[in-house]
């Protein structure tokens, strides 16, 4: 009986065959796909990826293991295979061929008429040639086209250098570099779409936006729309879904994987050894044409700091790694991280749709050999990768209209990352901003302070503040704490009253930079407030929560207090520091597949019991309410499909405002917090959460978890009444009388004054605070 092969084994082999290459063109004859379809399928055991690797002809999604789903093409009749084999599937595109001759057709059409602009279609490698000299010709000042390379087959490998005028003290020799490249893979047409708008961009609107106009005359931009120009052109004359390079391997193989050649850390996980694949590595790093003349330029160019890789599709925004699950070393872990988040969320700004973001590991799949595992492994480049629309609606046959709300996304996201690197120092509060200011006590603040493009005057980092919404701002200078972090004094201020504040520091060259960038436009602000606490639940407890409502109609994956087990959607933790375990979830059994206990055929509800807002003693300025939550609903056969709505009531339950309505996918427990105020709710001595987790769409993998609810009302205590000598919390006329008795008796009591003496000094303060 042989040995049992280890489930990691399974998957890389499952992944080999998955990426397998489709048969090359006949010469004189483009390949076809007459009744291919593209089916996501869930795959809950290694026996299910033997299975669908055995059915499969080419892989779509870019996300391939056990616990999920994965996107396949199949020839005609073998869905009917699928359901022999009892796996749970959904198709996407019925028929591949339909949809390529669809965008033939437009293409065509487009071709045919004079009226179209440039983004409304898709264009061939001598089109996106042409327009890159059209633009760089119609704004010679500020764009130049420069060579990257030649491609196996000689294709030059071009890019368009943008940049803005030298200026004093910021000449473009000295400007930080980014390059930003399409098309590694080449059926990704939505890629050198994506890289040809931003160029557009930038040269077109250079003198009428001024954000533009800053990054541009800040950045020296390197755009290179196609990279793998033999593969390009390759999809459009024979095989619209071919995707390495077109150089001859061994056994009759043509193509590499162009992005599992780059040489950090090349040919481990998730590359294959076969020149059949499709994720084929080559035979050693920077083997093909098209790797080494990326390499060659890159290393031309020392000033660069970014470089974005971009793909299709899945919609994911990713940073390093993709060889080993490992987290970069700090302090850039939490660069990429907030990069990460930042570009996604300007994603989500621009057209509300969701990229989600991670290292590519984790968020994606190991990939070994990949372009921005290298940029920043060898270079020290913040480099990353996108997958842009969509989520397999149409996968790599993403229609024409969608090119350009695909680059108006993609750019939101560039230019997060572009005005980063474009300054000549970097400023993060590694801690965050202050939510809350103690009344009348000095707090501290850390802040990073990094070189860019420029190094730091040691003699200038300064904190500027000042009390409430006018006047002047007074500067302090700041106290370096140890490398490039600084610490920050904010002083005291009265409760109720508001700070604000914002940094500044120069360059030795002298080039002042803000934090924020517009200061005082822009500023920072945070408020003076005793923070009473009036509601908290760590749920290590039972605390009267409540499961379920009379518009429940789950029948799995119901609300529950417990030590969740981990699976693919759900967390191993609670998010409760040790020797915390417990929090809410939607059934915390894992099963053996990942949509086992997931909630299923509807709603389910959690519900707080009642509390009060209302503050202990004083006036309450604002209540806050803070939670932290775990979400999931990116898997199963329509991710994406469901939310889960989180609100409030100010009359025990009787109406409900919402706070959020949850639908990103995070992978981890996400903090949040919300004022009254801004809601905007009254507060009231009832008050209820809610939670409410919901599967809505057929076959969605729904799992969620909150933990750690906390209420805060905000209030300035008022002071006692030095006058309520009897202390009932009342001024009258029995404290006159109680005064009297102790002015005769000469007590110190009330010596109001505090000059030792009981005198009629005394008894004249003493009227001024009873008539208060």
């Known amino acids: 009986m042989p040995r049992p092969r280890p489930l990691a084994l ?48 080419s892989v779509w999604s870019h996300r391939i293991g056990i616990g999920g789903e994965i996107d396949v093409q199949l020839a005609p009749g073998k869905l009917a295979a699928l359901d022999e084999l009892g796996l749970r599937y959904r198709v996407l595109i019925p028929d591949v061929q339909k949809l390529i001759d669809a965008e033939t ?60 005028p030298d200026q004093p003290g910021n000449p473009k020799s000295a400007r930080p570099g980014a390059v930003y490249h399409g098309c590694q893979h ?26 533009i106009r800053d990054v541009v005359n800040n950045v020296e931009f390197n755009l290179i729309p196609v990279v793998n120009p033999d593969g390009y052109e390759f999809t459009w004359t024979s095989q619209r879904l071919w995707r390495k390079n077109r150089r ?102 621009t057209h509300g749709r969701i990229y989600d973001n991670g290292p590519v590991y984790t968020t994606i799949y190991p990939a070994s050999g990949g372009s921005n595992d290298w940029t920043y492994g060898a270079r020290g480049i913040l480099g990353f990768a996108f997958e842009l629309r969509d989520t397999g609606e149409f996968g ?55 070189d860019q493009a420029g190094t730091v005057d040691p003699a200038t980092p300064a904190i500027y503040t000042r009390l409430g919404a006018a006047g002047p701002f007074t500067p302090a200078l700041l106290t370096l704490e140890s490398g490039a972090t600084w610490l920050a004094t904010l002083p005291g201020i009265p409760c109720g009253e508001t700070l604000q504040y914002y940094f500044s520091a120069a360059t030795t060259a002298g080039r002042e930079v803000r934090y924020p960038s517009d200061a005082p436009t822009a500023i920072f602000e945070v408020r003076a407030y005793e923070s009473q606490a009036v509601f908290a639940d760590d749920f290590e407890l039972a605390g009267g929560w409540q499961v379920g409502s009379p518009s429940d109609t789950a029948t799995r994956g119901i609300w529950e207090r417990a030590d969740p087990q981990a699976t693919a959607a759900q967390p191993g933790d609670d998010h409760t520091p040790a020797p915390g375990i417990r929090c809410y979830i939607t059934d915390s059994r894992a099963g053996s597949a990942v949509g086992d206990y997931d909630v299923d055929g509807g709603s389910t509800t959690l519900t707080s019991p009642a509390f009060s807002a209302l503050p202990a003693s004083g006036t309450a300025a604002d209540v806050i309410i803070s939670y932290w939550r775990w979400y999931s609903n990116n898997q199963g056969s329509a991710p994406g499909q469901d939310s889960m709505p989180i609100q409030i009531s100010a009359d025990n339950g009787l109406t409900w405002t919402t706070l959020e309505t949850v639908s990103e996918n995070a992978g981890a ?19 209820k959460f ?31 009444n030095p006058a309520d000598l009897n202390g009932d919390g009342i001024v009258d006329f029995a404290d006159y009388l109680e005064f009297l008795t102790l002015y005769d008796a000469l007590d110190p009591r009330v010596d109001f004054t505090g000059d030792g003496i009981v005198d009629f000094a005394d008894y004249l303060q003493f009227l001024n605070y009873y008539y208060q």
């Not at 509060?429 to 202050?434: F, M, R, S, Y």
């Not at 809505?696 to 933990?707: F, K, P, Y």
Request: with cysteine.
């Open 10 to 57: 399974l998957l890389v082999a499952a992944c080999a065959a998955f990426a397998r290459a489709q048969p090359d063109a006949a010469p004189g004859q483009a390949v076809r796909y007459d009744g291919h379809s593209v089916a996501r399928i869930t795959v809950n055991t290694a026996r299910d990826l033997q299975a669908v690797t055995a059915l499969a002809d």
């Open 105 to 164: 057709a437009q293409v065509l059409e487009a071709r045919a008429r004079d009226d179209l602009a440039w983004f409304q279609t898709y264009h061939n490698l001598a089109e996106i040639n042409a327009y890159m000299d059209q633009l760089a010709a119609a704004r010679p000042d500020l764009a130049q086209v420069v060579p990257v390379g030649p491609s196996h087959l000689g294709k030059p490998i071009r890019a368009l250098r943008i940049t803005g």
């Open 186 to 211: 080449a059926r990704e047409w939505i890629s050198p779409a994506s890289v040809m708008w931003f160029a557009e961009q930038f040269i077109t609107k250079y003198d009428t936006d001024a954000r």
């Open 248 to 349: 001859p391997t061994t056994g009759g193989n043509i193509g590499v994987d162009t992005n599992r050649n780059w040489g950090y850390e090349w040919g481990g996980e998730g590359a294959s050894t076969d020149p059949g694949s499709e994720t084929y590595r080559g035979p050693s790093a920077f083997s093909e044409p098209e790797t080494q003349a990326m390499r060659d330029f890159i290393i031309a160019n020392p000033r660069f700091r970014a470089h974005i890789d971009l793909h299709s599709y899945s919609q994911l925004v990713m940073s390093p790694w993709g060889w080993t699950s490992a987290l970069p070393p700090a302090p850039d872990a939490g660069i990429f991280a907030q990069l990460d988040a930042a570009m996604a969320q300007a994603i989500l700004d």
């Open 396 to 450: 790599f046959e993403l229609p024409a209209d969608q090119i350009i709300p695909t680059g108006e996304e993609a750019f939101a996201a560039i230019m997060v990352l572009s005005e980063h690197i474009g300054s000549p120092l970097t400023f993060a509060l590694p801690d965050g901003e202050p939510s809350l200011l103690t009344p009348d006590v000095p707090s501290t603040l850390r802040i990073t302070i990094t």
């Open 669 to 687: 427990w996400v903090h949040k917090s919300f004022s009254l105020a801004d809601v905007p709710i009254t507060p009231t001595a009832q008050m």
């Open 690 to 720: 809610r939670f409410i987790a919901r599967d809505e769409g057929s076959g969605s993998i729904i799992e969620a978890g909150i933990d750690d609810v906390q209420v805060a009302v905000l209030a300035c205590s008022t002071p006692a």
